[in-house]
């Protein structure tokens, strides 16, 4: 169904919503970010600058609406991937590859985000507190294309490494974000070559002899990933470290 359909056969508030943020997402664009103020956006909108922020508090807000938005768009484009092929390599592949598709409307001027989110102090950074909705559906994405597959990952690392799926992702993000290729298409080559990759990793992860390389890694992911626990908190580990 087509956005504007959708929109309207929303309710009055959730359409209203939509057209802030529609509008801010088209003044982000022609303007830039920083040159945008919500005024304006209420301006443009035709809603007054008290409904703006009745329904977002702040810019920073709004582009968490975009992210949230790309989320929910990316988990409905997925859903044939991970009811499809076992395979963990061609599900990973087409989970990025179907972010990719649904980011490509936005890559116009994703750059004027990126400037603000690599601020680790920014609300907008995608390690952010502000950023755990989104952060935590596309983890849910990952989770479920490990889960559905036939893959076998170390049971130390298997709580983890939706995270770690998460966190190259964001690595494509990066990448897709300053790719000024046609169509993005060295973007969709990126993902072409690394998702084999990283699916051979998983799957190796469960041998004994590379066992010691995963609990370092289970370790640093445990103390550095969003909500971990803090340096010096040393949790347990999934078996004990003497076991074989």
Same mark, same amino acid.
């Given at each position: ?159 983890? /490494?939706?995270? =770690?799926?998460?966190?190259? &992702?964001?690595? %494509? #993000?990066? +990448? ?6 046609? !169509? ?25 002899? /590379?066992?010691? =390389?995963?609990?370092?890694? &289970?370790?640093? %992911? #445990?103390? +550095? ?6 340096? !010096? ?12």
């Amino acid at each position: 169904m087509p956005k504007d359909e959708k929109t309207a056969k929303a309710p009055k508030s959730e359409q209203t919503r939509a057209l802030i943020l529609e509008t801010a997402l088209r003044l982000f664009e022609e303007r830039g970010y920083d040159r945008t103020t919500m005024r304006a956006i209420a301006q443009e909108a035709g809603v007054s600058v008290g409904n703006a922020y009745y329904y977002f508090s702040s810019k920073e807000h709004l582009v968490q609406g975009f992210y949230d938005r790309l989320a929910a768009e990316h988990e409905i484009a997925v859903r044939p991937v991970l009811a499809g092929d076992s395979d963990l390599g061609v599900r990973m592949r087409g989970v990025l590859l179907s972010w990719l598709d649904v980011a490509w409307p936005y890559h116009r001027f994703a750059a004027q985000f990126f400037k603000n989110a690599a601020d680790p102090d920014s609300p907008l950074s995608p390690f952010s507190k502000d950023s755990a909705a989104a952060r935590e559906a596309v983890v849910s994405v990952h989770e479920r294309c490990l889960s559905g597959s036939s893959a076998k990952a170390d049971p130390e690392l298997a709580e983890l /490494l939706p995270q =770690l799926m998460w966190l190259m &992702h964001m690595g %494509l #993000v990066l +990448f897709w974000v300053y790719d000024r290729s046609e !169509g993005t298409e060295r973007s969709r080559r990126l993902v072409e070559r690394t998702a084999p990759i990283a699916a051979r990793a998983i799957a190796l992860s469960r041998f004994r002899v /590379l066992r010691p =390389l995963v609990r370092q890694i &289970h370790d640093v %992911l #445990v103390e +550095f990933m969003p909500g971990a626990t803090p340096s !010096g908190a040393r949790p347990p580990r999934a078996r004990d470290a003497g076991s074989s």
